[in-house]
């Protein structure tokens, strides 16, 4: 794919929607941070219904912590993975406390030394929490890039890599948010609503059905 159609890509996809942003529901960098952890193999709707319930009672390292482990799987428990994903957010809480005074890091690789972070996750927060121009490539990312000529990789790195490279810089900030959008909504994985793509013209995927 040429540079002129990447950024007509990303020119329609902005026009359409000027300011998006994650699904997930939150107030703070934490508030992200524990629903993005809480959001792995899971999804948004799930974790907010979770959250909706267990933020006025505890938003805090400190005040989740002080609930604990099996406090905190009450309200988590219809969130696929919940125990394993209990016991992550209860450790994570421990290191912010004990090793950032509370507050959220903002450096790449103190957030991927946090338990339940990997790279996926550490990029949505320094995107979405701390306006840093990173671009995590979930199955939605993945899937298109590559359907449609955008940045094809046989691994989320490659894509990653690539997606860093080739889309214009101006776009790099909610490129993420719109990618993930068009995936969940118009590009989806078993049949591509491509009637409704606005970026039908300009994809490569051989495969479309107008």
């Known amino acids: 794919m040429n540079p002129a159609k990447r950024r007509e890509i990303f020119l329609r996809l902005q026009a359409a929607n000027p300011h998006p942003t994650t699904e997930l529901e939150y107030r703070s ?35 989740l912590l002080a609930l604990g482990e099996e406090g905190l799987r009450e309200y988590i428990q219809r969130i696929g993975l ?11 809480c421990r290191m912010l406390i004990e090793q950032h005074a509370g ?16 790279r996926k996750t550490a ?32 691994d989320v790195i490659e894509v990653e890599k690539k997606l860093m490279k080739f889309v214009p810089a101006e776009f790099k900030l909610d490129a993420h948010h ?24 300009l994809c490569e995927y051989k495969e479309k059905v107008i």
């Open 123 to 154: 990029n949505v927060i320094l995107n979405t929490a701390f306006g840093q121009p990173t671009i995590a490539v979930d199955t939605h990312i993945f899937r298109i890039s590559n359907r449609i000529g955008l940045a094809p990789g046989k």
């Open 29 to 63: 960098p934490f508030e992200l941070l524990v629903a993005v952890v809480l959001s792995a193999q899971a999804t948004d709707i799930s974790v907010n219904a979770a959250t909706r319930q267990l933020y006025p009672v505890a938003n805090t390292p400190q005040q």
């Open 178 to 201: 719109w990618l993930i959008l068009h995936g969940r909504y118009v590009c989806q994985a078993r049949k591509p609503r491509c009637g409704a793509c606005i970026i039908h013209d």
């Open 103 to 118: 507050a959220v890091p903002q450096t790449r690789e103190a957030l991927e030394a946090l338990p339940g972070v990997g």
């Open 82 to 92: 919940y125990k394993t994903k209990a016991k992550h957010v209860i450790q994570l």
